[in-house]
């Protein structure tokens, strides 16, 4: 299947700061990126749809100025979490789609905020 | 408002036995369903995915089968390996415009040696 790497898998930050996590199609192009955040024991839920060249489309609850996304390239989507605070600690998880009808994830972000 | 149901949160399986796992969908206008693995602290890996104009598609072990009528699919996992204990997630979505993935809520495979 296609490939798509996260970076970084894990990290810890100051609350108060701002964490960039990047997404990439490493052998595709994708238009259209897809982020999610899965709490424990819970399912994936959709925070926003990236779509390469324009804004992103945040689902409802979502707070867009907290979570900044840009999709440049056709190839890289980044979400950034800004002023970041302990109930932002979550598993973030990026999905490309390929142009077809499936969708690939990424390896998952482990964000925790002390 | 749940699109995508699946009703069992666990199920455990003798290694070597079929697993069958459920899901249920409420949108008629979903056109294509896929089924994801997942272990902790990782992201989905694609399994086996199925267009709503078919009733069925196998790959290897797995076979996912798609009753439109009902508005439910299964995943059938035959023989079961110790290797496939991990968290299933099945997703609907329409294909036309690149819609979102809407994701049920897993179900937790045990295979038991």
């Known amino acids: 299947g296609a490939v798509v790497s996260q970076h970084p898998s894990r990290v810890i930050c100051k609350s108060g700061t701002s964490v960039k996590i990047e997404c990439r199609s490493l052998?595709?192009?994708?238009?259209?990126m897809f982020w999610y955040r899965q709490f424990p024991k819970k399912s994936l839920m959709l925070m926003a749809t990236?779509?390469?060249?324009?804004?992103?489309?945040?689902e409802q609850g979502v707070e867009k100025d907290k979570f900044l996304i840009n999709h440049a390239s056709l190839t890289l989507s980044t979400l950034t979490v800004t002023s970041a605070h302990p109930e932002d600690s979550s598993f973030y998880i990026c999905?490309?789609?390929?142009?077809?009808?499936?969708?690939?994830f990424g390896q998952g972000t482990r964000l925790t905020v002390v | 408002d749940q699109q995508v149901k699946q009703n069992s949160p666990s199920l455990s399986v003798q290694e070597g036995r079929i697993s069958i796992l459920n899901c249920d969908y409420t949108?008629?206008?979903?056109?294509?369903f896929l089924w994801y693995k997942k272990y902790p602290a990782e992201g989905p890996t694609f399994l086996i995915s199925?267009?709503?104009?078919?009733d069925k598609n196998e790959d290897g072990r797995f076979t996912v089968f798609l009753n439109k009528s009902a508005k439910h699919l299964s995943l059938h996992i035959v023989p079961s390996q110790p290797g496939d204990s991990a968290v299933y997630f099945c997703?609907?979505?329409?294909?036309?415009?690149?819609?979102?993935?809407?994701f049920g809520q897993g179900t937790r495979l045990t295979i038991n040696p």
């Open positions: 999905s490309a789609d390929t142009g077809g009808a499936s969708a690939f």
């Open positions: 052998d595709f192009q994708a238009t259209t």
């Open positions: 990236s779509n390469e060249g324009s804004k992103a489309t945040y």
């Open positions: 949108n008629s206008m979903f056109d294509y």
């Open positions: 199925i267009s709503s104009i078919k």
């Open positions: 997703a609907a979505r329409i294909i036309q415009g690149a819609q979102k993935l809407v």
